[in-house]
């Protein structure tokens, strides 16, 4: 008797289990990067349910140059989509909906007609317009663009990225001016794509990266749009980073599903770390470092080379930030790994770096594609000084390591300078993150509590709690903020004069590489 009851038992707890997960919803976060997209689903708390991810070719056609082939970037989002639905063992019926996070500035331009690309996608970290740039600034244009855009003259952004194809593939202005090229960051192309052609959108976080976009005004700029001689009849509409975007058509993933919320990766990571009050501030350390403040309702001006953006914007109401921009941080490990071979995983960085001592005399400056802020110098190159007889694998690393560290110091510098209140803690995300020797050392350097969260995926979390905002599964970002956890806290253990020893030592070292 007992034995039948506890069989009873055991199969009424199976069949509630079997309808609650019958019940549960989930949403599908896109994350379009610059070497991989990945699909995760997350459920109400903001916990994974299952993670697809597929690598994409990169392509270089000339030095400083990068391309991605928007098609392989499709296929890509489309078979993460496909297979994280699969993971995770769940109907599309059980997705409330989509958010869509992206690599920001990198520009793509398709024909209406058909969708087909008129050409590849020119990422963000691609240099080829620096000349252009250049003589925009020697014509005195540099406050025009910063007062309207909170952006700097640089090949970084999308204007100049738009221009070169407009000017160097054969009939695309003609083409445009006949309304029949559509332009877009990777979030809008993906949208195109999804809705088969029905919405032609952005959310304003990545028009702010655009150069074109009037964030004072929220508007595309007509006195932009004709110092970078580009047709406004290409841009796509602008919508609240918590929207309706659209819908993805039924036959791409099996049901019609809504996508709701949009931003660019570095606004969605600020998202997804619940940073929404003025001065708290995130850092992502992924194959660049983006540091990020609010700084609320105010479009704060740097005095410093930084840059003012959008850091969302929800109900029509933007919300301002400050950004720090580092061309180069997990590609430094990339670049250890794939070009020196010094190690085989970048798991392995962590017992190297152990190794050393903390007074090592070696500087790793990762200026592969040029210096971003505070100096902006894109004809800077990588070099690697101070080295001894006794320098080994160990040093290389640790000081490769540790250049992503400095380089964050660059640009607290820089905030604490350009901001009425200090920023306090720092939320850390991304791949790099995971390595505790690092964190350590990045607290040592700021002198400040570094804080790594339980769920580091926190840009594909962000669009997740936009689209969710607007799905109805949070009223308030309140709501949101509650759902933030500390896996770790790093504090800062080094002695001042050791801090300061070493970080002059990096600044001599940059100074060696400068092009002016």
């Not at 920001?104 to 007609?113: G, L, P």
């Not at 005399?361 to 000084?385: E, Q």
């Not at 209140?421 to 790099?432: C, E, I, Q, S, T």
């Not at 969710?468 to 759902?483: K, S």
């Amino acid at each position: 008797m007992n034995d039948n009851k506890t069989k009873e038992n055991r199969q009424n707890r199976k069949n509630l289990q079997q309808s609650e997960c019958a019940m549960s919803s989930f949403i599908l976060a896109i994350d379009q990067g610059t070497t991989s997209s990945r699909a995760i689903l997350f459920d109400r708390q903001g916990q994974i349910a299952a993670v697809a991810q597929q690598e994409f070719p990169q392509h270089f056609p000339q030095d400083g140059w990068i391309e991605h082939d928007p098609e392989d970037i499709w296929e890509s989002v489309i078979a993460t989509c496909r297979e994280v639905l699969s993971k995770a063992q769940i109907t599309p019926e059980q997705v409330d909906g989509v958010g869509i996070t992206n690599q920001r500035e990198t520009t793509v331009v398709w024909d209406r007609a058909t969708g087909k690309p008129l050409y590849n996608a020119i990422v963000w970290q691609d240099r080829r317009t620096s000349e252009r740039c250049q003589v925009l600034r020697d014509e005195g244009h540099t406050e025009l663009v910063q007062s309207k855009t909170g952006l700097l003259i640089d090949p970084y952004f999308s204007a100049t990225k738009l221009a070169w194809i407009l000017d160097c593939v054969e009939g695309a202005r003609e083409r445009a001016a006949r309304g029949e090229l559509a332009f877009g960051t990777v979030d809008s192309f993906l949208m195109w794509r999804l809705t088969d052609g029905k919405r032609h959108v952005t959310d304003a976080t990545n028009a702010s990266r655009t150069a074109l976009f009037n964030i004072h005004d929220q508007t595309w700029d007509e006195e932009l749009l004709a110092l970078f001689d580009v047709p406004a009849n290409m841009l796509p509409e602008v919508n609240d980073s918590s929207d309706d975007f659209g819908t993805v058509e039924a036959h791409w993933l099996g049901a019609p599903l809504p996508i709701a919320g949009v931003a660019g990766d570095q606004q969605a990571a600020l998202v997804g770390q619940a940073c929404f009050k003025p001065g708290m501030g995130k850092s992502t350390y992924g194959t660049g470092c983006f540091m990020i403040v609010n700084t609320g309702e105010t479009a704060s001006v740097s005095r410093n080379r930084l840059l003012t953006t959008i850091g969302y914007r929800i109900n029509g109401k933007p919300t301002y930030a400050m950004e720090g921009s580092i061309f180069v941080a997990g590609a430094t490990v990339q670049w250890l790994r794939d070009g020196l071979n010094l190690f085989a995983d970048a798991s392995e960085t962590e017992a190297l770096a152990q190794k050393t001592r903390s007074g090592h005399s070696v500087y790793l400056v990762p200026a592969f594609t040029g210096l971003g802020a505070p100096h902006w110098d894109p004809k800077a190159r990588g070099a690697i000084f101070g080295l001894t007889r006794d320098t080994g694998i160990a040093e290389i690393v640790a000081a490769g390591l540790q250049a992503v560290c400095y380089q964050t110091r660059d640009l607290q510098h820089c905030m604490n300078d350009d901001m009425e209140a200090a920023p306090g803690n720092l939320r850390v995300d991304g791949g790099m993150v995971k390595n505790s020797w690092v964190m350590q050392f990045l607290a040592d350097m700021l002198n400040v509590q570094v804080d790594r969260p339980t769920i580091l995926e926190t840009t594909a979390l962000g669009a997740a709690y936009l689209a969710g905002l607007r799905l109805g599964w949070y009223d308030t970002l309140e709501e949101i903020e509650q759902l933030w956890r500390c896996e770790r806290s790093f504090t800062p253990t080094m002695e001042e004069e050791t801090r300061e020893k070493l970080y002059q030592g990096w600044l001599d070292a940059v100074s060696r590489v400068r092009s002016t």
